[in-house]
């Protein structure tokens, strides 16, 4: 009975966490960080890592406005074990700055065994590019 509520609660399942080295930038910017995958209570096979910058508008309602990367693997990630795996992109101007009815978030997905999925949200401002 209590692996079944841990199961649901997903207590002791692998976590993602975005680390970016920034949370605002200008049109033209690259934002870099790195991926920290950490080993839950048991030993899982990780399957892939998605990331997804998503455009979210004031009355709750989004969009997946680019498909950062997606991270093939067949890694085992051993308790107490993290991986790092590292994170580029580029603000191109494609990109409406940030106001206060649009925001900016990465949506990570670290997918491990039977498509169990552990999720980290990071936010991010663009910026008006400044006037040289």
Sequence with gaps: MFNIFTTLLKAGAPTVDLKINQTSAQIGE????????????????????????VKTYDDGSFDTVEEVTTILMSEQLSENETLKFPFTFVITDKFQPTTSNITYRFHTNLVYSDNLTSKDHDELVILTKSSS
């Excluded at 870099?32 to 997804?52: A, D, I, P, W």
């Design 30 to 53: 690259t934002i870099t960080g790195c991926f920290n995958l950490h080993g839950g209570r048991k030993t899982q096979k990780v399957k892939r890592l998605e990331c997804s910058l």
